[in-house]
């Protein structure tokens, strides 16, 4: 069992920067970590997802702006340039084995969520 704690989330102007984080129990190492959002009223979405092997993944309304990354061995980040008023969203981080297809499904474990807001 890994529990994961997001952080960072935040009030931000639109065209700002936000870094949010996940924090594990235990070693992410062996494990693909996956950012999702919901918006009020939206389906979850995936946003990013690094596999093991360091492979990175980006949905298309956020590629060039997200990057996601390996801080430790129990930590991944997402940092969010450029934001927009439709990044805001409740952000959640999972834990689980691979960044393929519609990676949610994918996913084992689950942190709370942390919210982002980008608006003036």
């Known amino acids: 069992q890994v529990q994961l704690v997001e952080s960072g989330g935040g009030l931000v102007q639109p065209g700002g920067s936000l870094r949010v984080s996940c924090a594990a129990s235990?070693?992410?190492?062996?494990?693909?970590v996956g950012w999702f959002r919901q918006a009020p009223g939206k389906e979850r979405e995936g946003v990013s997802c690094?596999?093991?092997?360091?492979?990175t993944h980006y949905s298309d309304s956020v590629k060039g702006r997200f990057t996601i990354s390996r801080d430790s061995a129990v930590t991944v980040s997402l940092q969010m340039n450029s934001l927009k008023p439709e990044d805001t969203a409740v952000y959640s981080c999972a834990a689980g084995w691979g960044c393929f297809g519609d990676y949610v499904k994918n996913m084992y474990y689950w942190g709370e969520g942390t919210l982002v807001t980008a608006s003036s």
């Open positions: 690094i596999g093991s092997d360091g492979d």
């Open positions: 235990g070693t992410l190492d062996y494990y693909a």
